[in-house]
């Protein structure tokens, strides 16, 4: 029997999660959820921004390789020959597909059909398998505050690359009330699948489409940029309670759902089982950063445990080119620049 695939992601958001053991915040819903099944500490998505980090994961190719890697800035083209993405692949199968909480796809390239056709896992056949992807597009800014548990941005402890102002502070703690508010919608969600009568038979995948709404973060290749939250739960097929060290990526949980839904792929994905071998004996993992909006600025890295290289394809440009997203969206990119005028900032 064909599994149901629920892929639930967050947008902008990195393991800023209590189950991760990130201080103040609570976030009680995906931390049972991560009990149920694996916690993977080493997760990376392949690139720093939403449009190419999806396209990756809507086919399980490097983006870079299926020519889908500009984000917002060029013409989009058909896949290169031979390659599906996963949702038509799964309804090739048989599965019901659907996309839910949000209609963002954000694809960089076109497809002859839509990739999804319904709403619900609700509107199946009897008996159909599902295959549905929930976005929930709360932690993308602007930030909301939690009424329910609200964080003293005095207890906060930024990173080292942030100076230790209120203005930073408050706007990191909004940061992780919006995940707490989020976390109960996702609890209200997977309550749902389980009411249904869907728990034992549904594979979830939760993750983070790419790395945190900060500075050094999304759009740039450092940790903040690409390290992402991935929790599987498989009833009857993982045992609960698991944290992996493995180093996966966002590509792998394409590989991992056509495998498990008896699907051989027309094309040889670069994502692997999360299950097999090949990932437990990887030893890198790999991400690219290209055009951001209107902001060039080409970038590749390679990461192992221990070490990442970032290589700077363009280093004749200034390294913090104007992005008016960043400028509309970061209120601490602009109290930073003030303070570099006056000379204010440390080293770090």
Same mark, same amino acid.
Not at 52 to 62: D, E, K, N, V, Y
């Given at each position: 029997? /064909? %599994?149901?695939?629920?892929? #639930?992601?967050?947008?902008?958001?990195?393991?800023?999660?209590?189950? +991760?053991? &990130?201080? @103040?915040?609570?976030?009680?819903?995906?931390?049972?959820?991560?009990?149920?099944?694996?916690?993977?500490?080493?997760?990376?998505?392949?690139?720093?921004?939403?449009?190419?980090?999806?396209?990756?994961?809507?086919?399980?190719?490097?983006?870079?390789?299926?020519?889908?890697?500009?984000?917002?800035?060029?013409?989009? /083209? %058909?896949?290169?020959?031979? #390659?599906?993405?996963?949702?038509?692949?799964?309804?090739?199968?048989? +599965?019901? &597909?659907? @996309?839910?909480?949000?209609?963002?796809?954000?694809?960089?390239?076109?497809?002859?059909?839509?990739?999804?056709?319904?709403?619900?896992?609700?509107?199946?056949?009897?008996?159909?398998?599902?295959?549905?992807?929930?976005?929930?597009?709360?932690?993308?800014?602007?930030?909301?505050?939690?009424?329910?548990?609200?964080?003293?941005?005095?207890?906060?402890?930024?990173?080292?690359?942030?100076?230790?102002?209120?203005?930073?502070?408050?706007?990191?703690?909004?940061?992780?009330?919006?995940?707490?508010?989020?976390?109960?919608?996702?609890?209200?969600?997977?309550?749902?699948?389980?009411?249904?009568?869907?728990?034992?038979?549904?594979?979830?995948?939760?993750?983070?489409?790419?790395?945190?709404?900060?500075?050094?973060?999304?759009?740039?290749?450092?940790?903040?940029?690409?390290?992402?939250?991935?929790?599987?739960?498989?009833?009857?097929?993982?045992?609960?309670?698991?944290?992996?060290?493995?180093?996966?990526?966002?590509?792998?949980?394409?590989?991992?759902?056509?495998?498990?839904?008896?699907?051989?792929?027309?094309?040889?994905?670069?994502?692997?089982?999360?299950?097999?071998?090949?990932?437990?004996?990887?030893?890198?993992?790999?991400?690219?950063?290209?055009?951001?909006?209107?902001?060039?600025?080409?970038?590749?890295?390679?990461?192992?445990?221990?070490?990442?290289?970032?290589?700077?394809?363009?280093?004749?440009?200034?390294?913090?080119?104007?992005?008016?997203?960043?400028?509309?969206?970061?209120?601490?990119?602009?109290?930073?620049?003030?303070?570099?005028?006056?000379?204010?900032?440390?080293?770090?």
């Amino acid at each position: 029997q /064909k %599994p149901n695939i629920l892929w #639930i992601m967050l947008e902008d958001w990195c393991p800023d999660l209590s189950c +991760y053991g &990130t201080p @103040l915040v609570q976030t009680p819903n995906i931390d049972r959820l991560a009990s149920e099944g694996i916690r993977y500490e080493c997760a990376f998505t392949t690139a720093p921004v939403c449009s190419a980090s999806r396209s990756a994961m809507m086919t399980g190719f490097h983006q870079n390789y299926i020519g889908a890697h500009q984000h917002r800035t060029s013409k989009k /083209k %058909p896949l290169p020959n031979g #390659i599906k993405p996963i949702p038509h692949l799964l309804e090739a199968a048989g +599965y019901h &597909t659907a @996309l839910m909480m949000s209609k963002k796809t954000d694809c960089n390239f076109t497809v002859d059909k839509p990739l999804f056709h319904g709403k619900h896992w609700n509107e199946r056949k009897e008996g159909q398998p599902f295959f549905v992807q929930a976005t929930f597009k709360g932690t993308h800014r602007s930030f909301k505050r939690d009424p329910q548990r609200p964080i003293d941005a005095d207890q906060v402890k930024l990173p080292p690359y942030y100076p230790d102002h209120p203005l930073a502070r408050r706007d990191w703690a909004n940061g992780l009330e919006t995940v707490q508010i989020v976390d109960r919608q996702v609890g209200e969600f997977l309550k749902q699948l389980e009411a249904d009568g869907l728990k034992d038979s549904t594979i979830v995948f939760l993750i983070g489409d790419h790395g945190r709404c900060h500075i050094r973060g999304k759009h740039f290749l450092y940790d903040g940029g690409i390290r992402i939250p991935m929790i599987m739960r498989w009833p009857g097929k993982v045992a609960p309670g698991q944290v992996s060290e493995d180093l996966v990526m966002s590509i792998d949980i394409c590989a991992t759902i056509l495998e498990a839904a008896g699907i051989a792929p027309p094309v040889p994905l670069h994502g692997k089982n999360v299950l097999g071998d090949e990932v437990r004996q990887r030893k890198y993992i790999f991400a690219a950063r290209d055009k951001m909006d209107e902001t060039h600025d080409a970038m590749r890295a390679i990461r192992s445990k221990d070490f990442k290289l970032i290589l700077n394809l363009m280093p004749e440009r200034p390294w913090c080119q104007f992005n008016r997203y960043k400028e509309g969206a970061y209120p601490m990119l602009a109290e930073m620049n003030v303070m570099n005028l006056k000379e204010q900032l440390t080293p770090e």
